[in-house]
């Protein structure tokens, strides 16, 4: 097996108060897997939605064309289906529907198996203050790091 990898989502954490984290399983072909396992994908701009039959979609999530794959390659910008427990997946569709909540992908990785699996997470959107208050602390603690560094 090839090393793991880790593709985080980095602007979910700044834009996003996380709830809740879940694990979930990808459908995908040969070519996406394959693509994934070089690191050539990108969760960014991902996010994730339920369809008339209450299955899970990430939508505008991008994994590059595999170099090597015929004309059987797969499309870079397609929605891949979620694999969730029947409960988790009802509670995460009354939640987003009742309260106003999303789910985001927070990062994508391969298991010791080779599995692809996508960290997902129950959010509600910050505020531009909250968003502020963010970019304070991690300034402060910055600047903390630096003096203790110097001595």
Same mark, same amino acid.
């Given at each position: 097996?090839?090393?793991?990898?880790n593709i985080? @989502?980095? =602007? %979910? #954490?700044?834009?996003?108060?996380? &709830?809740?984290?879940?694990?979930?399983?990808?459908?995908?072909s040969g070519t996406e897997?394959?693509?994934?396992r070089l690191g050539k994908a990108s969760i960014a701009e991902a996010f994730c939605e339920f369809n008339d039959r209450s299955e899970l979609f990430v939508i505008n999530s991008t994994v590059e064309e595999y170099a090597?794959?015929?004309?059987? @390659?797969? =499309? %870079? #910008?397609?929605?891949?289906?979620? &694999?969730l427990n029947r409960k988790e997946l009802k509670k995460l569709e009354k939640?987003?529907?009742?309260?106003?909540?999303?789910?985001?992908p927070l990062r994508l990785f391969t298991t010791d198996?080779?599995?692809?699996?996508?960290?997902?997470?129950?959010?509600?959107?910050?505020?531009?203050?909250?968003?502020?208050?963010?970019?304070k602390e991690r300034d402060t603690k910055r600047d903390l790091d630096r003096i203790k560094k110097s001595f």
């Open positions: 097996m090839q090393k793991n990898v985080l @989502n980095k =602007r %979910a #954490k700044f834009d996003f108060e996380i &709830l809740d984290k879940y694990d979930a399983g990808i459908v995908l897997i394959k693509s994934i090597y794959g015929t004309h059987y @390659n797969h =499309r %870079a #910008k397609s929605e891949r289906k979620l &694999l939640d987003v529907q009742n309260k106003g909540l999303t789910i985001v198996k080779g599995l692809a699996k996508l960290e997902i997470a129950l959010c509600r959107g910050k505020k531009n203050f909250d968003k502020r208050e963010t970019m």
